[in-house]
């Protein structure tokens, strides 16, 4: 007998309707997974709300619905609008409070505490106004997270269906601001709970309070949110929840991400025909006005300017390899002492080093293509993406032992991993890298294992398939 599992997955941003940031790719992917995993047993019926941000641009947009919510003696008026993205509903919320919030992700604290409180609460009782009710609300990150709090008090009234909730975790130092006055006046409980004291206030820790899964982006970030380096000081009270507790690890967009098939790239190729990777070396060193040398190791940068990132140890690395032949491009924007970190780089190395500061999609695909190496030495990882596009490209990672990093690059054997957040622990890493690279044997062994990986988001949907079926009983 056919049974349906109705998920309501709540995000800020999805492509192709606002993208700002990795959670843009995420929402815009995993719910279209999902779905395409319904088959005669199962019908998966994932249905993505988002605000309705200034920016966001949809197509045949049409109205839904126009109610209200409570908040203290009066209400806030809610706005449902109704998308379809290849066959997926996509509703969006308005309202005040995202009309006058700002961008996506505002510099204003108190603007973002309103706009998301409001787009939460209002989307969890946006079913009410559907002939559909969930079984699953998924939430990400803690923009959504207050929804899952509110879906656990709303269980605790009479007669209420059990709708169980779930919350990714992208990034658990972000756990949003102090929302405590926010909701006395929509009349929410504060929680008195196991968590301490500070966190009773912030939306991610109500979330993950009131959650039946936490999902971390990677198995090994789940691990390390554990742990009193990464957990951020909720790690005493998140080792209570381990039983409930997993890591997915995020996919990547394999169909544009592809080889064989992109259109940014010289020369297409598959892990057969790896020797094609010399003709788009060739081209990114000339594009870059680097000498054409197809034998020196031409290392690249993908990322966002961040000490998070690590990119301060990849340009002290740098700068201690004066004696070794290679070649390196910096591509990415954000801190601005960074920025000015690989300006001087280039400056000291002008026949080695590019700094290409700026967001440009076609160029980093032309560098995993062209690029011998990618280096990602990142303090802390919840999953990390490009280690993963990289690989598909034959692009070997060089990543540090954290997060999402130790889960998708393997010793020798995808890729080379280092333990210490330290600049000569990558520089060793990256020599041992430069070694493999003399034996063309063992690198394109190295490569192809990488291009072989299934970084699909089928492969992560099924994951989370399993984990709604054991929520939905």
Aim: net charge negative; glycine share 8%.
């Amino acid at each position: 007998m056919s049974r349906t599992i109705n998920v309501l997955f709540l995000a800020a941003e999805a492509d192709p309707f606002i993208k700002v940031g990795g959670l843009g790719d995420v929402a815009g992917s995993l719910p279209q997974a999902l779905r395409a995993l319904s088959n005669d047993d199962i019908k998966l019926d994932v249905r993505l709300v988002l605000p309705y941000h200034s920016a966001v641009k949809a197509d045949n947009l049409r109205p839904l619905d126009v109610f209200s919510i409570p908040r203290g003696d009066t209400e806030v008026g809610v706005e449902a609008f109704e998308a379809v993205l290849n066959g997926m509903p996509v509703y969006l919320i308005n309202g005040e409070p995202i009309r006058s919030g700002g961008s996506v992700y505002s510099l204003d604290a108190k603007l973002d505490a309103e706009k998301y409180t409001f787009f939460s609460l209002a989307a969890l009782a946006l079913p009410e106004h559907l002939d559909w009710q969930p079984d699953v609300v998924h939430a990400n990150d803690w923009h959504t997270a207050l929804s899952i709090y509110g879906n656990l008090t709303k269980r605790w009234e009479a007669g209420a269906k059990h709708v169980a909730g779930v919350v990714t975790l992208h990034n658990l130092p972000f756990m949003g601001p102090d929302i405590s006055a926010l909701l006395n006046a929509y009349g929410i409980a504060l929680a008195q709970t196991d968590l301490p004291e500070w966190a009773r206030v912030m939306p991610m820790p109500l979330g993950l309070w009131a959650s039946d899964a936490v999902v971390a982006v990677s198995p090994g970030y789940a691990g390390e949110v554990l742990t009193e380096e990464f957990g951020c000081g909720l790690n005493t009270f998140l080792q209570t929840r381990k039983e409930t507790s997993s890591g997915i690890l995020n996919g990547i967009d394999t169909i544009s991400f592809d080889p064989t098939t992109d259109k940014s790239i010289g020369v297409n190729y598959d892990g057969t025909m790896i020797h094609k990777r010399a003709i788009n070396k060739k081209l990114l060193q000339d594009r870059l006005g680097l000498a054409l040398d197809p034998n020196v190791p031409l290392l690249a940068i993908i990322s966002r300017m961040d000490v998070q990132k690590g990119v301060d140890l990849a340009f002290t690395a740098l700068k201690n390899m004066k004696r070794i032949n290679f070649q390196a491009v910096i591509l990415g924007t954000g801190d601005p002492k960074l920025e000015d970190s690989a300006r001087k780089l280039q400056e000291e190395f002008p026949d080695k080093i590019k700094a290409e500061l700026r967001f440009d999609a076609n160029l980093a695909r032309q560098i995993y293509a062209g690029a011998d190496m990618i280096l990602m030495p990142s303090r802390y990882e919840p999953c990390g993406l490009a280690q993963m596009i990289a690989m598909r490209y034959g692009c070997v990672p060089v990543v540090r032992a954290v997060g999402g990093l130790k889960d998708t690059v393997k010793q020798n054997e995808t890729g080379f991993v280092f333990e210490k957040a330290h600049h000569m622990s990558l520089v060793s890493a990256i020599k041992t890298a430069m070694k493999a690279m003399a034996d063309p044997e063992k690198w394109q062994a190295i490569q192809r294992a990488g291009m072989a990986k299934d970084f699909s988001w089928e492969a992560s949907a099924r994951e989370y398939l399993n984990l709604y079926l054991s929520l939905v009983k």
